[in-house]
């Protein structure tokens, strides 16, 4: 038996081919690698806790190629984006009350337009969500695979691989419509309510004082002279960290309350980044959304982000624009069709009551 030694470019290239991604036009710290790995160690791994499948990507990637540079923080905004779009599902720990797990979506379809779907769900052990017997190649686009086939045929041919159609009401069902203050409002009397929460090791809040521009610096340790609410996390003994709203005073937590709130099917980040949003938004200091011009595409505009959206207007996203290459300062840049950009920006600012930085004009 020859044993051939692979020089680590050949490692990358069979393991990018080994998650169904083309050999040389993507490497492992790419998004569509990361979330193929991601997908991959669901399928093997799932129900599991966001860290598990964290760690178990990075023990995987970090011999197989010590150039990417992969990090945790990148694994995780990945994973998130995974479990917005509705590739996997949070949901309660039936074992544990009060943890939450991360399970796998059922392969399905969401039809964007006749010829055009947008591919959800994984399937287990590895399995491929489809084969070649569909007759067309799907497309990696950073966290979001698509497929395009003729739409006559595309339905069915999708259904007999075992896809079963999200309509897209139901893909993207969203929170009533409400004013920032009354969303602040709702929740502070809420904690009104709530019982002393005595000392809660390691929390962290989500400063409201720090700048929209840069969401990984918004988090810290309490100081002494915290007084307020805040998003906040805290640490449980398995799985990861709770979402919760806390009143801290004199640096130290009164009371808190879990987060979801009512409807234990929502993941508890989309609750904490709405209700981030309202916070900013009553400040005077509301989250950015900001186009630019797309370089090399006519017709179209980049949009951009700078803090996690909740998964309903991440899915909004999906239905009209397309990932990008990230901007340097912004944390999900879009691909975005010049007829989207009115309806899009008067969704972000009713939703979230995000402040439209327009730097290309859309007209």
């Not at 899009?344 to 009713?350: H, I, S």
Request: net charge negative.
């Amino acid at each position: 038996m020859n044993i051939n030694a692979l020089s680590g470019r050949e490692v990358v290239s069979r393991t990018v081919h080994a998650l169904g991604l083309g050999e040389t036009a993507i490497d492992l710290s790419a998004p569509e690698a990361i979330c193929s790995s991601l997908r991959r160690a669901a399928a093997f791994l799932c129900p599991a806790t966001p860290r598990e499948l964290v760690d178990a990507v990075m023990e995987v990637l970090g011999p197989v190629d010590d150039s990417s540079a992969v990090t945790r923080a990148q694994l995780a905004t990945q994973l998130d984006l995974l479990v917005a779009i509705g590739d996997l599902v949070e949901l309660p720990n039936r074992k544990d009350r009060g943890s939450r797990r991360l399970y796998l979506a059922p392969p399905s379809y969401v039809t964007k337009a006749p010829g055009r779907y947008l591919l959800l769900g994984v399937r287990p052990d590895g399995v491929p969500l489809l084969d070649e017997s569909v007759g067309a190649d799907v497309r990696f686009e950073g966290h979001v695979r698509s497929i395009e086939m003729d739409a006559t045929m595309g339905p069915a041919r999708l259904h007999g691989a075992g896809l079963h159609e999200i309509s897209i009401d139901d893909w993207r069902r969203q929170p009533s419509v409400a004013s920032a203050a009354a969303i602040v409002r709702g929740m502070r009397q809420r904690l009104d309510r709530a019982a002393h929460s005595g000392l809660v090791n390691d929390l962290r809040l989500l400063d409201p004082a720090s700048s929209v521009l840069y969401y990984r610096g918004r988090w810290r340790l309490p100081a002494d002279g915290d007084c307020g609410d805040y998003v906040a996390r805290r640490p449980q003994a398995y799985g990861a960290d709770l979402w919760c709203f806390v009143r801290v005073e004199s640096g130290m937590p009164r009371s808190l309350i879990d987060m979801p709130t009512d409807d234990p099917a929502v993941p508890a980040c989309d609750e904490a980044w709405r209700l981030q949003a309202a916070i900013d938004a009553a400040r005077g200091k509301p989250q950015i959304l900001r186009i630019r011009h797309a370089d090399g595409a006519q017709g179209s505009r980049t949009l951009d982000l700078f803090g996690p959206v909740p998964g309903w207007a991440q899915r909004y996203l999906e239905l009209v624009g397309v990932p990008g290459p990230r901007a340097r300062d912004a944390l999900i840049t879009y691909r975005v069709p010049l007829w989207a950009i009115g309806e899009l920006t008067q969704f972000f600012a009713d939703m979230l009551w995000m402040h439209v930085n327009d730097e290309g004009g859309v007209a």
